[in-house]
């Protein structure tokens, strides 16, 4: 069946480091979207990428979709304890048009300050 | 501008009981899914209600039933109990807009405990 993965499963960091998370499908994805879900709460919608190729900035996270629509990453500039939490991709099931979110295996990322 | 509620927040049953969740969605949203998030998992798509009727299902047993009213509101059921079952149960809404993806707006979830 179709999986989106994600790596690392745990980064570390130094406030004030860079950081980054891939995340990698198994099918063509028509668009991902990007989660954050902090510590004891909730998945937090980021952003959404539609065309292949595409970046988008947020402040300090930069977010790119892959030539090929396979995968995606997201990449925080200079961190800070704020930016603490897990990081999901998600895709649409079987790549379509659809709600039905296959999420990634996340990324959690701890800042020390 | 109400956001997704769940109730209740905890919930602690044994093997074979059966629950009930509830979800409110965000106001002016009509399209309800659910998911079962496992401690250090991503979440995984149960099914997806709109116009009171299931759309679409993700892998999960009969077990899991839900239902859709009038007024958008959600429940999610689950019967016979697994240890298995325990797991954090997110409620998301979302507009539903024919061939497009929509983002999810979540709740803050029902953390359900079996023993």
């Known amino acids: 069946g179709q999986q989106v993965m994600q790596i690392p499963q745990y980064q570390h960091v130094q406030e004030g480091e860079d950081f980054t998370t891939y995340c990698n499908s198994s099918?063509?994805?028509?668009?991902i979207q990007w989660y954050k879900q902090r510590p004891g709460g909730h998945p937090v919608f980021l952003i959404q990428?539609?065309?292949?190729?595409e970046v988008k900035k947020q402040k300090r996270l930069t977010f790119q979709f892959g030539e090929a629509k396979k995968n995606s990453s997201l990449h925080i500039t200079a961190t800070q304890t704020t930016d603490v939490g897990t990081y999901f991709c998600?895709?649409?099931?079987?790549?379509?048009?659809?709600?039905?979110?296959?999420f990634g295996t996340g990324t959690l990322l701890a800042v020390q300050p | 501008d109400a956001g997704v509620t769940q109730s209740p927040t905890h919930l602690i049953k044994t093997r074979g009981q059966q629950v009930t969740l509830r979800c409110s969605p965000k106001?002016?949203?009509?399209?309800v899914s659910w998911y079962q998030q496992a401690l250090g998992q991503g979440p995984q798509f149960i099914f997806q209600?709109?116009?009171?009727?299931?759309?679409q299902r993700g892998n999960f047993p009969d077990r899991f039933s839900g239902h859709q009213y009038p007024n958008y509101s959600s429940e999610l059921n689950v019967n016979a109990l697994l240890l298995g079952d325990s797991a954090l149960y997110l409620c998301?809404?979302?507009?539903?807009?024919?061939?497009?993806?929509?983002?999810?707006?979540f709740g803050d979830g029902t953390r359900l405990s079996i023993l």
């Open positions: 990428l539609v065309k292949s190729g």
């Open positions: 209600y709109y116009e009171e009727e299931e759309r």
């Open positions: 998600a895709g649409p099931s079987g790549g379509g048009a659809t709600n039905k979110l296959i």
């Open positions: 998301a809404s979302s507009l539903s807009r024919v061939l497009s993806n929509q983002p999810q707006h």
């Open positions: 099918t063509t994805l028509s668009n």
């Open positions: 106001s002016g949203h009509d399209t």
